[in-house]
């Protein structure tokens, strides 16, 4: 798995870090990543170290310095925050443990409308400010192409209400921070039949495929950059049964009994996201599929995910973390 290993530190340049120490002439020691014994979440071409405020972060020469670190008077780059140092080319910056939601151009994430206006919807996604989706940029039911009309304005409620749950994509961030967002990809849209879960945005990194369904386990997860994460029955068509087609649209998506089966999945799914994010550990389908099957092997109820202690007694947690830092490849 690759979801939490360091063997990925021989992809990058090497960083060093350097600490105040704690002896009798307070001198500052040094600390390589080939060292190290943190595991940390990585992806191919990052190297990841814990730094607190005012560790000394020194890199190879020509180093470009990036957000949570700053330059000391001698040279030196310092870090701002606790997080973890990330080494991207000759970039070098520390990427925060928690933060608020900012939002980049790409993203998938799953907001709430919280208000609509005349020509928009204002979302609330987790960040400073709500975002807004205008009405130009959904997707309209049954794949139509066409101008938005006034028409369209007048029955705008009838795309979105107020507290409807949706997954769109970041278009645009305006200078003053605001998000706008877009729909126009049929698979975003409302969303229905399922149950959300928040975590710290951190925890979601861009992966290939944010909207997934997971095979092995027959449920759909909407990973949100924000860290909301939707957990649902695969949608249908409203009406005719059939599973997602070349001309699927989510926006015809309708709500529909769940039977207990499927509840009890989409439940041991959702409980699975806050388990491991219980643990530090990222959230991506491999570690939701490991950690889903791993808990049925081993018995357990899926309210019992939640029930630190019950993990640890049924050696859930030592088999996850293992799984988590073994080495691609073996």
Known sequence: MAWATSAINQLAGSVTLERRG????DKEGSLTLESSKVSLQTIPGLQSLLVCPGDVVSAE?????GRGVVERADGKLVATNCGVVEH?????YVRPL?????????????GRIVEVQTDRWAVEIGTAQLAFLHLGAIHLPGNVQRRRTDEDTLRIREFFDENDLISAEVQKVQESGELALQ??????GKLQNGVLACVPSVYVRRQAQHLVNLPKVGVMVVLGNNGWIWVCAPPKVAGSGRQETINFSQMDVRYQKVHPDMRERISRVRN???CLVGYGLEVTPDSITFLYERSQKMELQAWELLDTARCESAGLVEALIAEATQTPGR
Not at 22 to 25: F, K, L, P, V, W
Not at 98 to 110: E, F, I, N, Q, T
């Open 98 to 110: 928690k933060h608020r939601y900012a939002g980049s151009v790409g993203d998938v994430v799953v």
């Open 88 to 92: 991207v080319n000759k970039l070098l």
């Open 272 to 274: 699975s996201v806050l």
């Open 61 to 65: 020469p020509g180093a470009l310095r």
């Open 183 to 188: 729909t126009r990809n049929s698979r975003y």
């Open 22 to 25: 704690r002896g009798e002439n």
